[in-house]
């Protein structure tokens, strides 16, 4: 269980808008996009104190460094 906001909140996010098979090359374009929406819905939709959004923006980040350098790596081919 994770909860919103959290690092691994947003590695499910993103890794469940990849597509779903594994041989799929995904680029840093398609990765990208997925990152800036999850971005978009943060500063745009979501209604918080702007500590918490600072929070949670670190936190998106910090997923997707984890993800670039090690998961999908793994899991996915990258260009």
């Known amino acids: 269980m994770s ?10 996010e993103i890794t469940e808008n990849l597509p ?3 041989s799929v090359r995904i680029s840093e ?8 929406r999850l971005k978009k819905e943060l500063l745009d ?9 600072r929070e949670c923006l ?3 980040f910090y997923a997707i460094k984890r993800l670039k350098g090690s998961k999908l790596q793994t ?5």
Not at 75 to 79: A, G, P
């Open 29 to 36: 374009e398609q990765f990208s996009v997925i990152a800036a």
């Open 75 to 79: 899991i996915y081919e990258y260009k």
């Open 20 to 22: 779903p098979e594994k």
């Open 45 to 53: 939709d979501f209604v918080c104190e702007e500590n918490i959004r």
């Open 58 to 60: 670190d936190n998106l």
């Open 3 to 12: 909860f919103f906001g959290s690092v691994e909140y947003f590695e499910k």
